[in-house]
Structure formats: C-alpha cells, structure tokens
C-alpha cells in the first residue's frame, strides 16, 4: 500500500500488528510503545523524522482507550498528570524543534537512531537493576512477616510502596511551591520537581517519538517514589497530552503520515483495552521486570536496521 505523505510503501497487515503489540504492551506497561513502534517504522524504510512525528500520531488514540481503562481501575492520579502538563508541552517542543533542526543536515537518521539506542538500552539496564533489588527486598519483608506471623500482605499490590532513597531525597526539597499527592500516598513534594519530570519526558516524546512512557514511567516511580500501578495509569493520562501536542507541532512541520497512524490505530486500540486489563494481576516489580526486555528489542531492531544499510 502506498503512502504519499511520507513516499513509502508499507504492509497493511505489518502495521495492524505492529499497532496491536504495541497497544497490548502500551496498555500493560503505561507507555506509548515508541520502543518498539518506533524501530518497526524505521525497519520498514520510513525516513526517521516521519517516524518520530507517526509515531506519536498513533500512540495518541491508543492511549486514550488504554488510559480509560486505567481510570476506571483507579490506577491514575490525576492531579499529578494535570500538574505535569506544562512542563510536558514544553519540553516536546523543545524535542520537535530539535528534530526540525536535524531534518536539514545528512545524518539526522543515524543521530536520532543513535539516540534512540542509547536511551533504550540505558532505561533497560537501569529498571533491570532496580526492580531485582526490589524484589529481593520484597521477599525480605515477606520472610520476616511470616515469621513474625503476620500475614504477609502489602499495599500497591506487592509493590510494598518502596521508595528509591532518590525519591526521598527529592521530597525533602523545600522549594516552593509545594504540593501534595494523596492519591499516589505523598504528602510534600516541589512542584518544579513534577514540571521536571514533564519537562524531561516532553523533551524525549518531541525528539525521539511517541510518548516517552520509557522514561517517564520509571521516573514517576523512582524519582517521585508513586507506585507502580498509579506510576502506569497516571503516565497513560500524560502520553495521551505529550502525544497529542507532539502530534500537532509535527503535524505542522511535515513530520506526520496521518494515513499510517490511521492503519496502526486499527490495532492498537484493540491490544490497549486487553493490556490495560492484565495490570490487576500482576505485581509492581513484576510488571518493572517485565518491561526490561522491551526496550532491548527495540534497540536490537535499531541497530540491525543501521548495520545493514537499509
């Protein structure tokens, strides 16, 4: 099927499928899918500045439905997504404006696929880590609480509601305004620390594509110490503002094939609703540990797709 937006030639059916993993994970994991949606364009020869602007395009629809569904299971905190907003739209400008510039030199291909590698296998390495030594503290707890005869049981769903000590160094800083986070179970936190983490999320859904849940969903949980399953919803809410704006300034510079995210949508907004389901029965590390592998095939399809000149 041809697109003459971008001038491709892409399969009908390799974009439903590749929409419906996308969604199905997006929807578990609280991410756009950009780390896989992303690398798939790529593969298929499209040029990389309309993948980025595709990318996010699609994400937008298939977050909505996955969000939704998060909303209705009470895993988003909404006042926490809407205070992230402005730091969020900033920052995808930032990233989009950045794309532009590369769009006019030769190798903005191989610097944004770089890019993209770089932060994939970095996000991988370091939720890797983490969520092992999560684990391994969980199971502490556990032991001890069995011994103790207790019954062993734990808030967040086995998530134990533990906080990196980053994200409780952060929340010792006093620089107003502060604010406070029911929901998510904080009672002071700065308000320029939640613009950051928008900020910085923006500035990787603008530059790199989709919704930047790899970055930001791990950042809401150990950065801002929220926990797993609220962290997934409350960063579905954000992908859905982050992709949307990116969409448009996108849009503007010439950076979306509207037709493909329209043939993508087809599928991922069936794999949303079924991703998004599947969160209640998993726990907090668990869903962390099963994230790792992601990221990596993402990087993995980026860099065959580099090696191999096409």
């Given at each position: 099927?041809?697109?003459p937006i971008s ?6 059916l390799y974009?439903i499928?590749?929409g419906l ?7 578990f ?11 798939a ?10 993948v980025?602007?595709?990318?996010l395009?699609?994400?937008?629809g298939?977050s909505?439905?996955?969000f939704r569904?998060h909303q ?7 006042k ?12 995808v ?10 769009k006019?030199h ?7 696929a770089?890019?993209?590698i770089?932060v994939l296998?970095g996000?991988s ?8 030594q999560?684990?391994k503290?969980?199971?502490?707890k ?12 734990a808030?967040s769903k ?6 990196a000590p ?6 010792r800083?006093?620089?107003p305004?502060?604010v406070s986070l029911?929901?998510?179970?904080i009672?002071?936190?700065s ?5 950051g983490v928008?900020?910085?999320?923006g500035?990787f859904s603008g530059f790199?594509g989709?919704?930047a849940g ?5 950042a809401?949980?150990?950065l801002?110490?929220?926990p797993?399953h ?10 859905v503002i ?5 969409t448009v ?12 995210a ?7 907004a ?6 998004s ?16 592998p992601?990221p990596?095939a ?8 580099l090696?191999?000149?096409?």
């Open positions: 099927m041809d697109f001038g491709t030639h892409l399969q009908p974009l499928g590749t993993v996308v969604g199905l994970l997006g929807g994991f609280g991410v756009g899918g950009s780390f896989l949606a992303g690398p364009l790529f593969a298929m020869r499209l040029p990389m500045n309309f980025v602007g595709t990318d395009a699609h994400i937008v298939k909505i439905v996955a569904k209705k299971l009470g895993h988003v905190d909404l926490l997504g809407l205070l992230m907003v402005g730091g969020t739209v900033a920052g400008e930032v990233g989009a404006q950045a794309v532009q510039y590369l006019r030769a190798h903005a291909n191989q610097v944004l770089v890019t993209f770089a296998l996000v390495a370091f939720i890797g880590w983490e969520s092992w999560s684990l503290r969980n199971g502490k556990m032991s001890r609480k069995t011994q103790n005869g207790g019954q062993g049981g808030a086995g998530d134990f509601s533990v906080m980053v994200a409780r160094r952060l929340q800083i006093q620089i305004p502060m029911p929901h998510s179970g009672r002071r936190v308000l320029w620390i939640i613009l928008g900020f910085t999320g500035v790199l989709g919704g790899y970055f930001r969903m791990p809401l949980v150990y801002l110490g929220i797993t609220l962290a997934v919803g409350t960063d579905l809410f954000e992908v982050s992709a949307g704006y990116g300034s996108h849009a503007l510079k010439g950076n979306v094939d509207i037709l493909i329209l043939v993508m949508h087809t599928g991922a069936i794999g949303a609703q079924i991703g389901l599947m969160t209640q029965y998993f726990q907090g590390p668990r869903i962390r540990l099963a994230f790792i992601l990596l993402g990087a993995a399809l980026m860099i065959y797709t090696a191999s000149g096409r």
